[in-house]
């Protein structure tokens, strides 16, 4: 049997909304969503608990938030991002944090080898990409990380509370100058964009994780509470917390 | 079998009665969750001020694996007395002694019963059980 998930997707849409609608989801979410965003303007997006002077880019993009979830920083351009929400219970994310991630980068790794991307969890060892003095999330790789040509190539992190997980991903289609030396598009057989890579993903989450995706929109209710949520993400009170 | 001389909440955090306070930590399983048996993957553990209020079913803390930021839920109501001065430095302490030196906090309650929380064996069986 399959399992219902409500689909949002969003284009250019803004760093406060699209953490604001993260965050509204993650706190207040009825039903299992599914998140395919990009973001505009571009914006660098800190760690839960990184220290701004941990991230040797700060204030190189257009805007700075600071996530829920935790990890490194990532550089939100040229990216296609993902998210995921729902009950901790759920059968994708039940147990440990290491095999929901196993779970999740299984689709995003079958999605990206149909482009002739040789992609695939990094495992022991590690990345040509690797320089965590850069406090960048694609510079700092673990065994559950995807990867091609030596390089990370995807961004994941999660946050739990209150029973409920969030769960980020961002997708590299180019790299930008505060994330070079990583893995990209550039190096598949097909071109492609975020947004015409979108259905190649979302077929694998279906097939892959049996997922039903019901596309959908946020609510009024949710949408109002993004905003409230939203506002404070790129306040400098939010972002230099730590 | 997990001790029996303290109670446990569904977001696995445990609370033992210490004298006229609480002490309060995560169990083994909320541990292995995040880091699949290796405490090195815990990176951050954030605890609360000395002084600070909360009610039960609150975040007093939260702590970071390698993959996943995790909210740590106060079983009871009341006022942080003490802080685990190891555990910012030493997270491997949660794994290594989860239900001695890895106590994260010490309440001092409102009211200091903990009989709603679940004892070791009603806990095993929640853990064990499907969801």
């Known amino acids: 049997m399959q399992d219902s998930w409500r689909l949002i997707t969003t284009w250019g849409t803004t760093p406060e909304f699209n953490m604001g609608l993260d965050e509204a989801l993650l706190l207040e979410g009825d039903q299992p969503t599914l998140r395919l965003y990009t973001w505009s303007p571009d914006a660098l997006s800190l760690g839960w608990f990184q220290k701004t002077s941990e991230v040797s880019g700060i204030g190189s993009a257009s805007s700075t938030v600071r996530r829920l979830t935790g990890g490194g920083a990532i550089h939100h351009e040229g990216e296609l991002t993902f998210s995921l929400c729902c009950p901790q219970t759920h059968p994708l994310y039940r147990g440990p944090v290491g095999p929901s991630y196993a779970r999740i980068h299984g689709a995003v790794i079958l999605a990206l080898r149909q482009i002739g991307l040789p992609a695939r969890l990094r495992g022991e060892g590690s990345l040509t990409s690797d320089d965590p003095a850069s406090g960048m999330c694609f510079h700092h790789s673990t065994p559950l990380d995807v990867e091609w040509n030596g390089r990370k190539g995807v961004g994941s992190a999660q946050r739990r509370k209150g029973g409920r997980v969030l769960h980020h991903g961002s997708i590299k289609v180019t790299s930008t100058p505060l994330e070079g030396n990583i893995a990209t598009f550039e190096q598949a057989t097909e071109s492609h964009t975020a947004q015409s890579f979108a259905p190649l993903l979302l077929d694998h989450m279906r097939q892959h994780l049996g997922l039903r995706l019901v596309p959908g929109v946020p609510s009024p209710e949710e949408r109002e509470r993004a905003a409230e949520l939203g506002a404070r993400y790129t306040t400098d009170e939010w972002v230099h917390q730590r | ?131």
């Not at chain 2, 006229?20 to 880091?35: H, N, Q």
Request: contains cysteine; negative net charge.
């Open chain 2, 1 to 131: 079998m997990r001790p029996d001389d303290r109670r446990y909440a569904t977001s696995h955090e445990w609370a033992k009665i210490d004298g006229d306070s609480v002490i309060v930590g995560i169990t083994d399983f909320a541990v292995d969750e995040l880091c699949n048996g290796n405490e090195g993957d815990l990176v951050y553990c954030d605890l609360p001020e000395v002084g600070r209020l909360v009610e039960a079913g609150e975040t007093f803390g939260e702590i970071e694996s390698v993959k996943a930021v995790s909210d740590l839920q106060a079983p009871i109501s009341g006022e942080i007395i003490e802080i685990n001065p190891v555990i910012e430095d030493h997270l491997q302490v949660l794994a290594e002694d989860t239900w001695g030196k890895g106590w994260m906090v010490r309440i001092k309650a409102t009211a200091p019963n903990i009989d709603h929380m679940m004892d070791a064996a009603t806990y095993e069986g929640h853990i064990s059980a499907p969801h």
